[in-house]
């Protein structure tokens, strides 16, 4: 399930990055 952690946090970190 961490995969799934770190796939949430990267994804989350591009939207603020935008």
């Known amino acids: 399930m961490q ?3 770190i796939y ?3 994804t989350k970190l ?3 990055a935008r």
């Open 14 to 16: 591009t939207v603020l």
């Open 3 to 5: 995969s799934v952690f």
């Open 8 to 10: 949430f946090v990267i």
